[in-house]
T-cell receptor
Framework: GQNIDQPTEMTATEGAIVQINCTYQ??????LFWYQQHAGEAPTFLSY??LDGLEEKGRFSSFLSRSKGYSYLLLKELQMKDSASYLC??????????WGAGTKLIIKP | ETGVTQTPRHLVMGMTNKKSLKCEQH?????MYWYKQSAKKPLELMFV???????ENNSVPSRFSPECPNSSHLFLHLHTLQPEDSALYLC?????????????FGPGTRLLVL
């Protein structure tokens, strides 16, 4: 079967750095997405990786290793507004999106 | 604001009711999706429409009936639902290109079935 694993919940401190991991086992790979979802709101696109390596976008970076079936989302200089769920999703060989259950990130002052 | 709107935002219905969820996208996309999101579970893809044609129906019970009258509008008609259908229903759209296009989501309808 296909599955995406990510931690259920993480806690971090304002101003710190946090890394949210995602491992995947899918039939084929056509890219990995990270979305942010605040409570009661729409998931919003954060990043897309299809090649190995690190993609940096401001305070957020996303890393991919296809050989390891692994990605992480790195959030720097954490702010209270970063409290949200972070969803990892992979497009398989049929271009179907396979979703993880999301990681709820709690930021404490 | 993602360019995808959904109404209503909240809905409470009995098991014998009939209701409809509406989604509209203002992004000029040609593909639209219905997802079900339950607490602590992955998003479940329910239906996909490409150019108004249904291309995916992931074993969804017939009490859920989609309708896509044009590429900007998508409906989900609900009837005789069960309490376990209570969830957040998300609509999304994308510019389908057979590749890794990004999906843009609406804010969802929070549904409670009593």
């Amino acid at each position: 079967g296909q599955n995406i694993d990510q931690p259920t919940e993480m806690t971090a401190t304002e101003g710190a750095i946090v890394q949210i991991n995602c491992t995947y086992q899918t039939s084929g790979f056509n890219g990995l997405f990270w979305y942010q979802q605040h409570a009661g709101e729409a998931p919003t696109f954060l990043s897309y990786n299809v090649l190995d390596g690190l993609e940096e976008k401001g305070r957020f970076s996303s890393f991919l290793s296809r050989s390891k079936g692994y990605s992480y989302l790195l959030l720097k200089e954490l702010q209270m507004k970063d409290s949200a769920s972070y969803l990892c999703a992979v497009k398989d060989s049929n271009y179907q999106l396979i979703w993880g259950a999301g990681t709820k990130l709690i930021i404490k002052p | 604001e993602t360019g995808v709107t959904q109404t209503p935002r909240h809905l409470v219905m009995g098991m014998t009711n009939k209701k409809s969820l509406k989604c509209e996208q203002h992004l000029g996309h040609n593909a639209m999706y219905w997802y079900k999101q339950s607490a602590k579970k992955p998003l479940e893809l329910m239906f996909v429409y490409n150019f108004k044609e249904q291309t995916e129906n992931n074993s969804v019970p017939s009490r859920f009936s989609p309708e896509c009258p044009n590429s900007s509008h998508l409906f989900l008609h609900l009837h005789t639902l069960q309490p376990e259908d209570s969830a957040l229903y998300l609509c999304a759209s994308s510019q389908a290109s057979g590749g890794a296009e990004t999906q843009y989501f609406g804010p969802g309808t929070r549904l409670l079935v009593l």
